[in-house]
């Protein structure tokens, strides 16, 4: 087997990992699994760590399984969260099973047959049936409260360092994922459980129980990797208007590929090694000429093209780079294309403001668009002389004072663009 571990911790994706588990990757094919909580009915980039690792598993000729936490789900994890998680009802529950089921597989193809093909299973189907005294008995007996209360984010809770202390549902998490990994070890021959470093204690307790209800012979394996951070110490993977999504209607392929075109100097050499699968050589390759060009922003173009291909495929990215050249084109004719949310997404930031149709039905005089009715310029004659001076365009066309805005300079029916100069811009919203 060729080394993944070696691969992994080059690209940085390797945070505590479990003696042996190293020779246990080399050795054969290897069985192993990652658990998603199912919070959502899709999955935003945070999540994509985890999904490239069951990438980079099944290439390496290991046998991913993504689990779907469609039991743990129902009580809520407390690891690395200061407060108690809201119980979600099962119909939500079941909802957000299935969006995250259709979001793992773009990435992995659970019909494949060949010997390390990804499996994909939902702990609810050997939960529903577990009674509370049968789990106590069978499972709850195998680890003692001192060893649960040992872990971090057991501690941190009991300890009040954040929120108002843990309930017994949120206490038992532990047990449950641990039984997890105890059932695909027994069922198929599951050895190694992956996470985020956040999920250590959790991983552990899984180990522990997978050898304590077979025997302590029984072999079992943990590794996690790092949680994402930015360079500069705010949260991964979230812009002004929250998470960032993997499904477009959550988050707009525009707005995805804009989010990792955007990412900092520092941010961009971290992120190819994490988020794509490039391979050595040529991200080191890519890293030298940003650094002879920063300007050029040749690491962000290429990580925003393999990351938004990755994850909505190469003709959604080409609209998104198409949409981001729009912009800046001399002309409107590119802007035109774009259906209205792309429009107002690639204008966002753009100060605006909003009239009636009524405003414009007998036309609507220059120096009313750009002062009164919008507050573009600060007053009448401010408007008037960028106007004498040619300073003023309408859908990047020059205008002067003598012009009246009328229903035909709608674009999409209902957006007209202003510009005083070359980069200050203006979007007015007709309604």
């Given at each position: 087997m060729k080394n993944l571990v070696e691969e992994l911790q080059w690209r940085g994706l390797v945070h505590d990992m479990m003696p042996g588990t190293e020779e246990q990757l080399c050795k054969e094919m290897t069985t192993t699994y990652?658990?998603?909580?199912?919070?959502?009915?899709?999955?935003?980039?945070?999540?994509?760590?985890?999904?490239?690792?069951?990438?980079?598993?099944?290439?390496?000729?290991?046998?991913?399984?993504?689990?779907?936490?469609?039991?743990?789900?129902?009580?809520?994890?407390?690891?690395?969260?200061?407060?108690?998680?809201n119980l979600l009802d099962e119909a939500t529950l079941e909802k957000n099973v299935a969006g995250i089921k259709s979001v793992l597989s773009r990435f992995l193809d659970f019909n494949a047959t060949d010997a390390n093909a990804p499996i994909l299973v939902n702990n609810y189907d050997w939960m529903k049936e577990f009674?509370?005294?049968?789990?106590?008995?069978?499972?709850?007996?195998?680890?003692?409260?001192?060893?649960?209360?040992?872990?971090?984010?057991?501690?941190?809770?009991?300890?009040?360092?954040?929120?108002?202390?843990?309930?017994?549902?949120?206490?038992?998490?532990?047990?449950?994922?641990?039984?997890?990994?105890?059932?695909?070890?027994?069922?198929?021959?599951?050895?190694?459980?992956?996470?985020?470093?956040?999920?250590w204690g959790n991983i552990t307790?899984?180990?522990?129980?997978?050898?304590?209800?077979?025997?302590?012979?029984?072999?079992?394996?943990?590794?996690?990797?790092?949680?994402?951070?930015?360079?500069?110490?705010?949260?991964?993977?979230?812009?002004?208007?929250?998470?960032?999504?993997?499904?477009?209607?959550?988050t707009s392929v525009y707005k995805f590929y804009q989010f990792w075109l955007n990412t900092t100097d520092i941010d961009a050499e971290k992120y190819i090694k994490i988020f794509t699968f490039l391979d050595k050589e040529t991200i080191e390759s890519l890293i030298a000429t940003h650094h002879e060009a920063p300007h050029m922003r040749v690491l962000q173009k290429r990580l925003a093209e393999e990351v938004t291909v990755l994850v909505h495929g190469k003709e959604e990215f080409e609209k998104a780079v198409f949409a981001s050249g729009a912009f800046f084109s001399p002309t409107m004719d590119d802007l035109k294309q774009l259906d209205e949310?792309?429009?107002?997404?690639?204008?966002?930031?753009?100060?605006?403001?909003?009239?009636?149709?009524q405003d414009i039905a007998e036309g609507l005089d220059m120096i009313a668009a750009l002062s009164a009715k919008t507050g573009f310029l600060a007053s009448n004659s401010d408007a008037r002389r960028e106007l004498k001076q040619n300073a003023i365009s309408l859908n990047k066309q020059k205008v002067g004072e003598e012009y009246k805005i009328t229903p035909t300079d709608l674009i999409n029916d209902k957006f007209i663009v202003l510009q005083k100069g070359k980069k200050n811009y203006y979007l007015l919203i007709v309604s």
């Open positions: 990652i658990g998603f909580d199912p919070t959502s009915d899709s999955l935003h980039i945070g999540s994509l760590v985890p999904i490239l690792l069951l990438v980079h598993l099944k290439n390496f000729g290991h046998k991913p399984i993504a689990l779907v936490g469609g039991a743990t789900g129902m009580i809520g994890d407390p690891s690395g969260k200061s407060d108690e998680r009674s509370f005294i049968n789990f106590a008995r069978d499972v709850g007996k195998r680890i003692t409260v001192n060893y649960m209360m040992a872990k971090d984010s057991v501690k941190k809770r009991l300890s009040g360092e954040s929120g108002s202390g843990m309930s017994f549902t949120e206490f038992t998490y532990q047990l449950i994922q641990g039984y997890d990994f105890y059932h695909l070890h027994k069922y198929y021959n599951c050895v190694l459980q992956m996470g985020g470093s956040d999920q307790t899984g180990t522990e129980l997978v050898r304590r209800m077979n025997d302590e012979h029984a072999k079992a394996f943990a590794m996690t990797c790092p949680l994402i951070t930015k360079a500069d110490g705010s949260k991964f993977g979230k812009s002004e208007g929250g998470n960032i999504w993997l499904t477009a209607d959550k949310k792309t429009f107002i997404e690639v204008f966002d930031g753009v100060p605006s403001a909003t009239i009636s149709k």
